[in-house]
């Protein structure tokens, strides 16, 4: 069964203390894996496609990685505008227009 | 360079009654998926559009029923509200159908009374 899971399920960071949330994932086959920042009760925002193990992306304080298995994003000297809830997704094994997600890690940065 | 609209932003309804939910792609965008997010959880697909076709669907039932417009515009239908209705509605767009980045609007909160 296709699967994405999360960990920690909550994170609290003093500003400037770096940290990694965990994505892994079961899927035949990956095509892509999505992360997304969202903030209480908006829409998701767009923030990285990975494709293949190896790969790496960055966007100012995050880094995303991927493995065959799992993918991390790593908040390097986060501050309190980073607080929000991080979601990823992959694409359903035979279901590729369906985006499974996982129930996301929410991140609090304290001043 | 405008993004993925959704109107309304609140709605509050009571149980039986239905709902109509829209959303408009962002610019250059075709396709058009929607997902129910309840609170605490990830978003929980529900089915996308393409060229105005429902191509896929999620384990919802027939209750949710959509349309694409030929400006690649989407609605979201609910008959005969449950309590368990209640959620964050979600529009994405993207360009083509299939694993491509989505991209979501802010949503619509739907409570059912």
């Known amino acids: 069964e296709d699967q994405v899971t999360q960990s920690p399920e909550a994170l609290r960071l003093q500003e400037g203390e770096s940290s990694s949330l965990n994505c892994s994932y079961t899927v035949s086959g990956l095509r892509g894996l999505f992360w997304y920042r969202q903030d209480p009760g908006k829409g998701p925002e767009f923030l990285f496609t990975l494709y293949s193990a190896g790969e790496e992306k960055e966007k100012e304080r995050l880094k995303a990685t991927l493995t065959k298995k799992e993918s991390f994003l790593h908040i390097t000297a986060p501050k309190p505008e980073d607080s929000a809830t991080y979601l990823c997704?992959?694409?359903?094994?035979?279901?590729?227009?369906?985006?499974?997600f996982g129930t996301g890690t929410r991140l609090q940065v304290f001043p | 360079d405008a993004g993925v609209t959704q109107s309304p932003t609140h709605l509050i309804k009571t149980r039986g009654q239905q709902v109509t939910l829209r959303c408009s792609p962002k610019?250059?965008?075709?396709?058009v998926s929607w997902y129910q997010q309840a609170l605490g959880q990830g978003p929980q697909f529900i089915f996308q559009y393409y060229e105005e076709e429902e191509r896929q669907r999620g384990n919802f039932p027939d209750r949710f029923s959509g349309h694409q417009f030929p400006n690649y515009s989407s609605e979201l239908n609910v008959n005969a509200l449950l309590l368990g209705d209640s959620a964050l509605y979600l529009c994405?767009?993207?360009?083509?159908?299939?694993?491509?980045?989505?991209?979501f609007g802010p949503g619509t909160r739907l409570t059912v009374t």
């Open positions: 994405a767009s993207s360009y083509l159908a299939g694993a491509y980045e989505q991209y």
């Open positions: 997704a992959v694409p359903a094994s035979y279901n590729t227009d369906k985006l499974i």
């Open positions: 610019s250059g965008h075709d396709t």
